[in-house]
């Protein structure tokens, strides 16, 4: 198995975190306001990673302490006009325009670093885009302030895995992974004292939403995806996320009996045969293909 298939099949377990992460989300958020949910999220995810690897601050530099800081703020602003624009809009159109980061990945990617988009991740990419539409949209998309401010959120959403990939390869992966989680955590704090009134939750069953996603969803989820995308395009990256709604439809299914459409499983489908197809070097299938007629 090759370093780049184990780091997208760890991506893979990422997604399938946040897959889960949903239906956690929106029972913590019942008892939160949206900054103050993300502010004790994700501090607690980075006091948790910090204390776990307390050992490699010893050797911490400036390099990636910029860098998390960077990585950080992007991964932020993705969350932050995500929310506001939430407020304006559907879940589906919503899920739907994020879900564009996945276009805007090669794109971005490709004018940045001047680099060609390959044959397999255009492929992919076209079908989970098409898959991901069929999945969260119910045949009625109409834009309004809302979706654009989710657009914007879509940039930084995809601006934040090119950088992770950019960063990675120069500083302390991991380290890294724990900066950004903090980074996060401090600006939604400073969020929620100017625009909520945050409260500390009393509630077992909040905090055992918010540990669950502050160890799985937050600190592992993107602490393993620093380290993964030192063996992984960006591209492959953000193809794999498409899967995220699909895991999520699987475990509302098992946790609450929600039911997809045939429209959205075939939409799923495509997913992840997009995620499949990028795992696969077209080029050489048809060039053995063609060998025998040659």
């Known amino acids: 198995m090759t370093k780049q298939l184990k ?7 990422v997604t399938l975190g946040w897959g889960a992460s949903f239906i956690l989300t929106k029972n913590a958020l019942s008892d939160l306001s949206t900054f103050n949910f993300l502010a004790i999220r994700f501090l607690l995810a980075f006091f948790l990673a910090a204390i776990v690897f307390a050992k ?5 530099d400036k390099t990636t302490v910029f860098s998390g800081v960077v990585i950080g703020s992007i991964l932020f602003t993705g969350y932050a006009f995500q929310t ?10 919503s899920a739907f325009i994020t879900g564009f980061s996945v ?5 971005l990617s490709a004018l940045m670093f001047k680099k060609k988009i390959e044959l397999n991740a255009f492929t992919g990419t076209v079908l989970a885009i098409v898959g991901l539409s069929l999945l969260t949209l119910n045949g009625k998309f109409a834009l309004g302030i809302g979706d654009l401010l989710t657009f914007v959120s879509t940039f ?3 601006m934040h895995i090119i950088t992770v990939g950019l960063y990675t390869h120069k500083s302390d992966s991991i380290l890294l992974g ?6 996060v955590g401090f600006w939604s704090l400073i969020a929620t004292f100017i625009f909520e009134t945050p409260i500390i939750p009393t509630g077992s069953g909040t905090w055992f939403n918010l540990i669950i996603l502050a160890v799985i969803c937050t600190s592992g989820a993107f602490i393993v995806q620093s380290v993964a995308q030192q063996y992984t395009s960006a591209t492959h990256t953000a193809i794999i996320y498409t899967g995220e709604p699909v895991f999520a439809a699987i475990f509302a299914y098992f946790m609450i009996g929600e039911i ?3 429209r959205g499983m075939f939409g799923a489908v495509l997913i992840i045969v997009g995620m499949l197809v990028a795992e696969l070097d077209l080029k050489a299938l048809f060039k053995k293909k063609a060998e025998p007629y040659s």
């Open 7 to 13: 780091a997208d099949l760890a991506l893979l377990l």
């Open 56 to 60: 490699r601050f010893k050797h911490i």
């Open 84 to 93: 506001v624009g939430l407020n304006f809009t559907s879940v589906s159109n």
């Open 103 to 107: 276009i805007l990945v090669p794109i």
């Open 156 to 158: 930084a959403f995809a």
């Open 178 to 183: 724990v900066i950004q989680i903090g980074v």
């Open 260 to 262: 997809l459409s045939p």
